[in-house]
């Protein structure tokens, strides 16, 4: 399953299952050694991050926990348009080492966003680990601490990202064909 269709789309494998699988334990190696003493709470973004958040967490080895949100697109009465709300926090998170686990971070308007919310609960500190970013798109300054690969512009899915809610159950990252 080399190349794929998904609706109008034709897409090919980007990132092979074996070279995701490397770069995950090499990200949890690394939290595992920087976030050593911390009891980290981290917490997964879904739907986008269920496939890294559960490989991840398989190579997590030092004291954690684990928790889900998701966010709610609601239209604003702002101008700034489209709001995301963040629902499914049910933990204190007060004094608390916080790692925001997401599938990609792209413009990283969603993440600044949820910095912002997780902000206002007094943690101790934010970490982000993404899968992915997209570092041409970027429009905000993220201290992205924890990242498996910086990619191109170009869109992808499978690997938890979806098209139109398709393609998150597979294994490897596809990129469209134009
Ligand atoms: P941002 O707010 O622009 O950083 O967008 C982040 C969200 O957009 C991610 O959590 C994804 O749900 C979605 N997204 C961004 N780029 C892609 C892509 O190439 N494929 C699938 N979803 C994407």
Redesign the pocket.
């Known amino acids: 399953m080399d190349r794929i269709r998904v609706k109008d789309k034709e897409f090919e494998v980007s990132i092979p299952e074996e070279k995701i699988a490397k770069e995950v334990e090499r990200v949890a190696n690394e939290i595992n050694t920087e976030l050593a003493g911390k009891d980290p709470l981290f917490i997964s973004?879904l739907n986008?991050a269920f496939m890294f958040t559960s490989d991840l967490m398989k190579h997590i080895t030092i004291p954690c926990q684990i928790s889900f949100v998701k966010l709610a697109s609601y239209q604003g009465v702002a101008s700034t348009g489209k709001v995301k709300e963040v629902i499914g926090l049910n933990e204190d998170i007060a004094g608390r080492t916080i790692v925001i686990v997401?599938?990609?971070?792209?413009?990283?308007?969603?993440?600044q966003r949820l910095l912002e919310t997780l902000g206002t609960r007094n943690p101790k500190e934010i970490y982000i680990a993404s899968l992915l970013v997209?570092p041409e798109?970027l429009k905000v300054d993220l201290d992205i601490n924890f990242i498996a690969f910086n990619i191109p512009n170009?869109?992808?899915?499978g690997y938890g990202?979806?098209?139109d809610g398709y393609a998150r159950n597979l294994r490897q990252i596809y990129t469209v064909v134009e």
């Open positions: 973004v986008g997401e599938d990609i971070v792209d413009t990283g308007l969603t993440m997209k798109k170009d869109f992808i899915l990202l979806d098209y």
